[in-house]
């Protein structure tokens, strides 16, 4: 069966930085593109970032763009997400998902496995 | 960015009822139109992928229908079960983009 689950949020103040963790298991996860999406409180779902199997593609959103970094461990089954410079309207749950994408290229996407979550709250 | 239009933001029907929601795309999306439902404080789960093909386990009375621009999510006999929010989301071009969500209530 197929686990995420997440790690490292915490309450940060405007300006700092939070590294966020997806262990994954029950899957090859070096076969497969990773996401991040977050929610704000209240609020709908936002795709962050997204990550090839390699680790040769990424892409952002333009909102973390140049402020987040995705990044992937394949021997530890171990997503990243690295914030930096956070502003408050970066308060929400991260969420990590698998992507039905395997391979170098993605044509056919969808988020099909979710991790639980992990909130992260900027704030002074 | 392309944006995703759903209808309605909420929706309030009886047990048995036929429910339908509507996303519509800014642009032409082919069929790179996905459904997810959301029940409170729990992460998303994947119902229909490439706006009509039913996820392994997802029960069959959920479906969905559409490509270019309109799509339709059904759920043909609403269940106690499915109170929650669904979301559609397009992965036709970067960034991927979701509705706004629609949010299910029982009457």
């Known amino acids: 069966e197929v686990h995420l689950v997440e790690s490292g949020g915490g309450l940060v103040q405007p300006g700092g930085s939070l590294r966020l963790s997806c262990a994954a298991s029950?899957?090859?996860?070096?076969?497969?593109?990773m996401h991040w999406v977050r929610q704000a409180p209240g609020k709908g779902l936002e795709w962050v970032s997204r990550?090839?199997?390699?680790?040769?593609?990424?892409n952002y959103a333009d909102s973390v763009r140049g402020r987040f970094a995705i990044s992937r461990d394949n021997a530890k089954s171990t997503l990243y997400l690295e914030t930096n410079s956070l502003r408050v309207d970066d308060t929400a749950v991260y969420y990590c998902?698998?992507?039905?994408?395997?391979?170098?290229?993605?044509?056919?996407?969808?988020?099909?496995?979710w991790g639980q979550g992990t909130a992260v709250t900027v704030s002074s | 960015d392309i944006q995703m239009t759903q209808s309605p933001s909420s929706l309030s029907a009886s047990v048995g009822d036929r429910v339908i929601i509507t996303c519509q795309a800014s642009?032409?999306?082919?069929?790179?139109l996905n459904w997810y439902q959301q029940k409170p404080g729990k992460a998303p789960k994947l119902l229909i992928y490439?706006?009509?093909n039913l996820q392994t386990g997802v029960p069959s009375r959920f479906s969905g229908s559409g490509s270019g621009t309109h799509f339709t999510f059904t759920i043909s006999s609403l269940q106690p079960e499915d109170i929650a929010t669904y979301y559609c989301?397009?992965?036709?071009?970067?960034?991927?983009?979701f509705g706004q969500g629609t949010k299910m209530e029982i009457k």
């Open positions: 998902a698998k992507s039905a994408c395997s391979g170098v290229n993605c044509y056919l996407d969808a988020f099909d496995k």
């Open positions: 642009q032409d999306i082919r069929d790179c």
């Open positions: 990550m090839n199997n390699d680790g040769s593609t990424t």
């Open positions: 029950g899957f090859s996860f070096s076969r497969y593109w």
């Open positions: 989301q397009q992965y036709d071009n970067l960034p991927y983009t």
């Open positions: 490439d706006a009509s």
